[in-house]
C-alpha cells in the first residue's frame, strides 16, 4: 500500500512497519537526460536543485547539450534542457551517462588520482569544496572530491 507520504505499510504480525522511500535526485536527473536522448526527445524537463543546476551549466559549457533554461516556482523549480544531436545521423551528443557515487556506496577521490574518462574524451562530474566541477578543472585547481558521474 504506497500512501502519498511514499511510506510503504507491512503488517508483521500486530505491528506496521514503514519504511521511507529514498531515491537518488541526482540518478532521477541523468536518467531522465538518458532517456529522453535515447527516445529521440528535443527538450527534456526536469525537477530543479543547486547540483542539478550545477551539473546542466556544466554539460552546456562543454557542448554536450543545446540549450538550458531554469524556471522558477514556489517551490524548486524545473530545468528544461534541449538535447543536442548530430544532425546528418541524428545520433546523440550523450553517448553514455554513468552514476559513479551513490548514497549507498559514496566515491571519493583525491586530485592526484582523478579519473579521466575515456582517456580525456569524456568528463567526470566532481562535486568538491570549490563546487562542482569536472575532473579538469579539479586537476587545475589540485582539489578532489566526490565523484557524481561520467559523461561521453
Known sequence: MLGKSQELK???????????????????????????????????EIPGSNVKRAMTKILFEKGYITNFAFQ??????????????????KTPAITSLQRISKPGLRKYTNSTELPRVINGLGIAIISTSKGIITDKEARNLKVGGEVLCYVY
Not at 13 to 42: E, F, Q, V
Not at 72 to 89: C, F, H, R
Open 10 to 44: 507491512r503488517l508483521v504480525g500486530n505491528h506496521i512497519i514503514r519504511k521511507k522511500m529514498n531515491t537518488d535526485p541526482i540518478a532521477d536527473y541523468l536518467t531522465r537526460i538518458r532517456n529522453a536522448s535515447s527516445a529521440g526527445k528535443k527538450v527534456v
Open 72 to 89: 522558477e516556482d514556489d517551490k524548486q523549480g524545473t530545468i528544461k534542457i534541449a538535447l543536442k544531436y548530430n544532425p546528418s545521423t
